[in-house]
């Protein structure tokens, strides 16, 4: 491949394009979107903000914590002595689960079709309802999921997966039916630098009578692909119908290639990539590349385990990456709601991002900020030198080690 001379596109005769020195674009095809990948900036000397790392030793209990076990929340209610995971309505909701609005006259239309109002969707909104929950993943207040045994972790999956039942149903039921529209999101923010409220090992799944924005687009380009992708590769496995599968043929050529891969289970079938167009330095994608899976639902139990192993496995080397509490928002994306047996067949194929801020050490973040809230995102180190710094570090983790 030749360089461009200059900016109006003309190839460089004499220059071959090396993807760790030159700047590029990358594209995310589950977004439609491109990242500028800047591998010469990783250089340039920070004097920006730093952030004061995380020292502090916590106790196995708080008494003051409203996570732990038989303490009060702020809420007022008292957390039963849990043993294992818990699971509780969030005291502070993002969303209402109470009926629907009806919409006055007097209100600007939600409808931006309506020709006799050009200037509708100016101003266009809408109504939604759905609730928060909160899942505690341990009784302990000092641990993580990184510090968690693999079946600590297997039943924290197994409650991801009771939750995503239990609220699909809920928003099936009080929505429509079998049709009803409705997406459940499950995430855990870890670190005070990403917005949590407390220490304890804690997530979130918060249910939502539309899907939003960014599993909509994934969902879209996803359906997209198998739709309209040429046949792939005789190896690669096949998604619904035997149609390709836009994110296992990708995870397929991931495990082939190597260089991006961090870690992988292989009787199972999960990996875990720093993916090619990645945003954030240590972004981390987690996924199955053995068959397509659409849900939470459809794991196999063989599999559960396997994606409790990765986990804690990924989450093991990030803290060892700069001998932290490493911080993170997680997220998963999935079939918006639990396939129903009448249709069991989805485009959507579940998988994990990982979005941690750390860029040089535990004191430096990365922004997003300036020409990637204008332009489009851009990055300096690439995702295959952040996944051999990933694979550098040991598997134990460093508090185990100093013990």
């Known amino acids: 491949m030749t360089l461009s001379n200059g900016v109006n596109g003309t190839a460089h005769p004499t220059v071959t ?107 266009e909104s809408r109504p939604v309802r759905g609730r928060c929950k909160v899942i505690c993943f341990h009784p302990r207040h000092d641990l993580t999921l990184a510090r968690m045994d693999e079946e600590d972790i297997v039943h924290v999956v197994e409650g991801w997966r009771g939750i995503y039942e239990e609220e699909g149903a809920m928003l099936r039921s009080t929505g429509g039916g079998d049709e009803a ?33 960014e599993p909509a687009t994934t969902l879209y380009h996803l359906e997209k692909h198998a739709q309209t992708a040429p046949e792939p590769p005789a190896d690669h496995p096949r998604g ?43 972004e981390i994608l987690l996924l199955p590349y053995k068959r397509h899976i659409s849900s939470l639902c459809g794991l196999t139990p063989e599999e559960t385990r396997g994606l409790a192993k990765v986990l804690k496995r990924v989450l093991v080397r990030f803290d060892n990456l700069f001998s932290c509490p490493f911080p993170y928002s997680m997220g998963i994306h999935q079939a918006p709601l639990p396939p129903l047996a009448s249709k069991p067949d989805s485009s959507a194929s579940i998988h994990f991002h990982f ?33 051999e710094k990933l694979r550098s570090v040991s598997d134990v983790h460093y508090l185990e080690r100093q013990q």
């Open 17 to 123: 394009f090396e993807p760790n020195e030159h700047p590029h674009r990358r594209y995310n095809p589950l977004l439609g979107k491109h990242v500028l990948v800047s591998p010469h900036r990783t250089k340039r000397p920070w004097k920006g903000q730093t952030e004061a790392p995380v020292l502090t030793k916590l106790p196995a209990y708080d008494p003051e914590c409203y996570l732990c076990p038989g303490n009060a929340r702020s809420g007022g209610d008292r957390n039963p002595k849990y043993t294992e995971t818990f699971v509780f309505e969030n005291d502070f909701p993002a969303l209402l689960s109470d009926p629907l609005p009806s919409m006055p006259d007097i209100h600007p239309s939600s409808d931006s079709s309506d020709s006799s109002n050009p200037t509708a969707s100016f101003f």
């Open 240 to 282: 619904p119908d035997g149609r390709p599968s836009l994110l296992v043929s990708y995870a397929w050529e991931e495990v082939k290639r190597k260089e991006r891969v961090v870690e992988i289970d292989e009787d199972s079938g999960w990996v875990a990539v720093v993916p090619f167009w990645a945003t954030w330095p240590y």
């Open 355 to 387: 979005y941690p801020p750390l860029l040089r050490s535990a004191s430096v973040r990365k922004f997003l900020v300036g020409f990637e809230m204008l332009g489009e995102a851009q990055r300096d180190l690439t995702p295959e030198q952040a996944a």
């Open 181 to 213: 529209e409705g997406h459940v999101q499950i995430f855990e923010n870890r670190g005070a630098m990403m917005g949590a409220s407390a220490p304890h090992p804690h997530g979130q799944v918060w249910s939502l009578s539309y899907v939003p924005d």
